[in-house]
Structures are given as C-alpha cells and as structure tokens.
C-alpha cells in the first residue's frame, strides 16, 4: 500500500500536513486527518468506511460518500493515486 | 451591530501557519487510548494552503451554523414549506422602520418615511410597513393601485417616476396624491389636466445634481445646467401649476454621506433661490432614498458591517442641513425620505439547498444551489453570505456559488467562504429582501414560498406558483391542435 501515497507526509496532530515533494501544506479537519492517518499507516481502501463509522457517530450510507468524496479531493490535489 | 475586524481573519491565518511550524513526525493510533463513546464526525475535508494578500472578499467564516431562523429550526421550515423559502422577520422590518423613524423625527419634527414599493411590493410588507407608519412612494400605475387597494388614501402616495399616463395622473390628482414633475412632457399633460378639472393643481418639481458618477441624470431636471429653474419657471408660467414640492433621489446605495450633505445643501440653495426670483414656497422636500443596508457590494473591499452609515448617520447628515432652509422654524417644509433597500433588505432570509457540489477543473470547489438569479437578482450587485444551516463543521473553503438555472451567467458568487455541505444541506442567505422579489422572473423553476414570522407564528405571505397558475393567461388557439 506504500505506492498509494505520491510521496513522504508529515501529519501534525492539529491536521496540519505536510508534503515534503512538492513542498505544499494542507489542513485537514478531524475526520480527514483520521482518514489520512489510516492511509499512512497501510489502512485498505475498503476498510475506510468501517475505520470511521466505529470512531465517529455517522452512519454508513453517509460515511462511504464522505469518504468518497475524500477520495476524489485526495486525487485531485494528486496527494495519492 | 457587530463591527468585524479585518485583522482577525489575518491572525487567524497567521496562526494556521504558525501551528504547522511545530511539525511532529505522529504515530499515533487509535489503540493507544480507550475510547467511551464514539467522536463527533464531520465531513473529511483537505483544504490546501494557497498563500498570498487577503483578498477582496475577506470576511470573517460563518462556521457557525444558523440552524434557526426568528425561533424556527431552519430543517423544519422547510420541511413543512419547501426549498428555496424567503422567511421575513417581521419584528425586524418593524424595528428597522421605528429606528430610522426616529433617527430622522428627533433631527427634523416634520420627517415622514414613504416606502419604495418597487424594493418589494408585497402586499404583507407594504401593509406592515404602513401599519407603522409609513406613506407609499410609487413609481407606476400599478404600484399606485396596489397602494390604493390596500386602502392607503390618495394624499398619503408619492407618485415618481419618468413615466406615468394622462389616466393615471387624472386618477393621482382626483385623489390628491403628491406628484413630482419628470420631465416637460408630462408637465403638459399635467396642464391639461388642470385645464379638465378646471383648477390649478399642485406640483413637485424633481430635480437631479452632478452628485455621483455616473451621475442620475436620468430623472428630473439639472440644477447644475439652470434646467431645474427653468423648469419651475416654465410651471409658473401657465398658470395652472402650482409648484410645492421639490424631489431629489441621489441614486442606490449610497454608503457616501457626503453625496446626501451636497444633496441636501443644493436643496437648501435651490430652494432659497426660486424663494427669492419666484416667490415659492415649499410645503415638502423629498430627498428620495438610496440608504444603505447590510450587504457588500461586488466590488467593495471592505464588508458592509464596516462600510454601511446607520439611520443615524443619514439623518445626522441631511437634517441639520435642511434646517438652515429658507424658513421659520415652524415653516418648515414636511420631509420625505424614500428608503427601500435599507428597510426591507435585511428582514429577509432565503434559505435554499445544496443541489450539487463538484470540483472545478482548476482545483478550485463549487456548489449547486437550488436557487438561481431568477429569484435573487441581486448577486449583480452583492456579494452574498451563505451560512450553513447545520452543523458543517469548521472548514471553510473559497466556493464558487452557482445557482440551478441551466443558464452559464447563473452564478450566485465567485469566491465564497462556504462550509463542507452535501447535497441536501441547507445553507441561508441573509438580507436578500430588497429587490429580488419585486424583480424575480419565472424561469425554468416555478418560483417559492415566501413566509413572514412574528410571535413565533409562521405566516405564508405568498404561495408558491404552480404550473396552472404560470400558465393561466396563456390560450392555444384551436387551429394549433388539430
Ligand atoms: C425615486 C426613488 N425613490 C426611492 C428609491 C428607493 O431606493 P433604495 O432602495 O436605494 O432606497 C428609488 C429606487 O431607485 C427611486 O427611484
């Protein structure tokens, strides 16, 4: 799953993330910084939606969209691929 | 009022920078601690820093969701009344008319508010406002007979405007309505009126000065030029006219006071003038309106909360001025203001709902509202909030605001601080009540509920159209079916 991320991140514990590639920063909030974090640590694409629902009161419907669209800002900002 | 500052997006900022400057290199997961319930979750969102001068839409993020709206759960508004709504404070349009009221009675005795009926001719927000106190000022047959059929007497309407027909004249002077003089065309017209009626007939004169630019030459006559003597003169002259009356509207707002302190002084220097050379004596002046309401133009660059003159200032401004006309105190002329926006804009709320939200090929996000310009003409000249109407969390991102017409011009906003919303959210857009209502179109959509709420009481105002009524002038000829 290493690949999944374009290059190294630092995350901070406010959610202030680094990109030490291109150099750029970003803020996530908390359920995107814990989405990361899960990402950072080798998390399956698939068991996204499951890591969130049992941290965070949300329901699943809600969850796979949000995460989701996570996704798809993720790439766009060419974080992962 | 809350007075923002602008300094404070800025520290923010600075602190944003500042908390990253600590990097720690975090390991940690959830495993390390002991969980009793689960988090409060808001939507995932990665925002990326873009650093640079604050730009011209710095306004403080409203986070903070506005989730009722005067007592009422926003959900539930409009679950029992639909999406897009227009919600009308109603004690707020009342306090809004006693504060300038006042702001203008304490300064000039005589002062008399007549509310623009084209900002929002309504019927509920012409009767609450004439429930207070206020006089109408209309600007077309039609308004006059709105007017009319809410039992407002001819002598409490102000007729402007550069066009009116010889049958509404006839109506306006039969039932004493207060009429200022366009242009010399209809000056004739109103001659020969008098002529019918077999008596002289009083007048008000509109006048227009080089104030603003581009300046409102559109209406009346210039003083700068002599056309406004002239135009006293030339009503003296027949015989049939009896001028009493002198208008001037400097234009819409107008956060400028000094354009209302040399519109005022050219009142006062007018009116000494045709005193002196032609012996008038005024029983009203009108300084028409233009006051300013809680809304950021397009291209200001600081928000309206720190731009926009209060009742107070406006009258501060214009009354002492007057009061140095040519008269004895107790002479003095009655006073009309004309406010529409600064009264009505504020009082209303549209809420509306997130259609769509998609990424631009610039990186950059937009949303879909379900409310486009043809409700809410007004993003031509404000740059409107839109304020989450639950809990969106506290990401703000630079949104482009795009309304739900298939139309490409219907863009409700460029750049806007909006929260994290998913389709279905709701968002409100405060002050939307000058203008948009009187000037919506039907388009595509049939066009929303408007509810009015005092004493906790949700009153529909205007129901939303249905097909059938859209349609009900229209007629398909035989000849087209068979
Ligand atoms: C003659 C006259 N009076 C009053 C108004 C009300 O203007 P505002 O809504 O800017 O107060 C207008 C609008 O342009 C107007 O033309």
């Known amino acids: 799953m290493d690949s999944f991320l374009h290059s190294e991140f ?3 514990e406010s959610g202030f993330l680094f990109d030490h590639g291109t150099g750029l ?7 995107g910084r814990f989405i990361f974090q899960k990402i950072q640590d080798g998390s399956h694409a698939n068991n996204l939606v499951e890591l969130v629902t049992s941290e965070f009161e949300v329901a699943e419907d809600i969850a796979r969209k949000d995460v989701d669209d996570f996704f798809r800002q993720l790439k766009e900002a060419r974080i992962i691929h | 009022m809350v007075v923002f500052n602008v300094l404070s997006v800025h520290s923010m900022f600075s602190q944003l920078l500042f908390a990253g400057s600590s990097l720690l290199n975090l390991k940690i997961r959830t495993d390390d601690y002991t969980m009793t319930e689960k988090r409060h979750y808001s939507k995932p969102t990665i925002i ?6 604050m730009n011209k839409y710095g306004r403080p993020p409203a986070t903070v969701p506005m989730n009722r709206l005067v007592g009422h759960e ?4 409009v679950e029992n009344y639909g999406s897009p709504l227009f919600v009308l404070n109603v004690q707020e349009l009342r306090d809004n008319y006693r504060d ?6 304490t300064r000039y005795p005589k002062a008399q508010i007549a509310y623009s009926y084209k900002t929002n001719y309504m019927k509920a927000v012409c009767s609450i406002l004439h429930q207070e106190g206020a006089w109408a000022e209309v600007v077309s047959g039609f308004e006059y007979d709105i007017a009319r059929n809410l039992n407002m007497a001819g002598e409490n309407i102000i007729f402007n405007g550069p066009y009116k027909t010889k049958a509404e004249l006839m109506r306006a002077f039969s039932e004493k309505a207060l009429v200022n003089i366009d242009n010399y065309d209809e000056m004739q017209v109103i001659e020969d009126i008098a002529e019918e009626l077999g008596t002289v007939l009083e007048v008000g004169i509109r006048i227009n000065m080089d104030l603003n630019s581009p300046p409102w030459h559109k209406f009346g006559f210039n003083l700068e030029a002599g056309h406004a003597f002239e135009a006293v003169k030339r009503a003296l002259a027949s015989g049939k006219l009896k001028v009493v009356g002198l208008h ?3 234009g819409t707002y107008i956060d400028d006071l000094t354009i209302y302190s040399r519109a005022a002084q050219g009142m006062v220097e007018f009116y000494r003038y045709i005193k002196e050379q032609l012996g008038v004596t005024l029983k009203y002046w009108d300084m028409g309106g233009g006051y300013a309401s809680h809304n950021t133009l397009n291209w200001a660059w600081l928000p309206a909360e720190q731009t926009c003159p209060t009742y107070d200032h406006y009258a501060e401004t214009i009354c002492p001025i007057l009061l140095n006309g040519p008269f004895a105190a107790e002479d003095a002329p009655k006073l009309f203001l004309e406010p529409g926006r600064a009264l009505v804009d504020e009082p209303f709320s549209l809420i509306t709902s997130v259609a769509a939200q998609k990424r631009m090929p610039n990186g950059g996000r937009g949303i879909v509202l379900d409310a486009g310009m ?3 003409s007004s993003v031509q000249w404000y740059s409107y909030n839109f304020q989450t109407g639950q809990d969106s969390g506290s990401m703000i991102e630079d949104t482009t605001v795009y309304g739900g017409l298939c139309m490409n011009i219907d863009v409700l906003r460029e750049s806007a601080s909006v929260p994290q919303v998913r389709r279905g959210d709701l968002l409100v857009i405060p002050h939307v009540g000058a203008y948009n209502i009187s000037q919506s179109w039907q388009f595509i959509y049939l066009r929303p509920n408007v509810i009015a709420i005092e004493d906790g009481e949700v009153h529909v105002i205007k129901k939303a159209e249905t097909r059938e ?5 229209e007629q398909v000829p035989d000849t087209f079916t068979k």
Request: overall charge neutral; proline content about 0%.
């Open chain 2, 100 to 105: 300038m009221s006042r702001a203008f009675m």
């Open chain 2, 74 to 77: 926003v959900k539930e508004l």
């Open chain 1, 25 to 31: 920063t970003y803020t996530l909030n908390e359920t």
């Open chain 2, 469 to 473: 009524y859209v349609q009900e002038f």
């Open chain 1, 10 to 12: 630092t995350l901070s």
């Open chain 2, 248 to 250: 001037i509207h400097v």
């Open chain 2, 48 to 53: 990326r820093h873009t650093v640079g001068v």
């Open chain 2, 374 to 376: 043809n409700i809410l």
